[in-house]
């Protein structure tokens, strides 16, 4: 299983419509768009879960592709990396 990182989406998608451009290349198991806190609006980037084989043709298919007027980013999601919090010292 591998988690797939989609960037510069619209801000108007939602998360049938990231399920069904995948869907288009093998089974989706997941979408989890990222919204902000505070005001609910999605963030502009979320992640898609599938299978290795499926997953690897949907990033070679998709990056750079065109998707509500934007050039979206796909590819292989890294761990976040924790940062230090800021402590305003």
Known sequence: MKNIYVGNL???TN???IRELFA????VNAVNLI???VTGRLRGFGFVEMEDADADNAMKALDGQEFGGRTLKVNEAR?????PRDRGW
């Open 10 to 12: 619209p801000f108007s």
């Open 15 to 17: 998360e049938d419509e």
């Open 24 to 27: 288009a290349h093998g089974t």
């Open 35 to 37: 919204t902000d806190r």
């Open 79 to 83: 761990e976040r990396q924790e940062r």
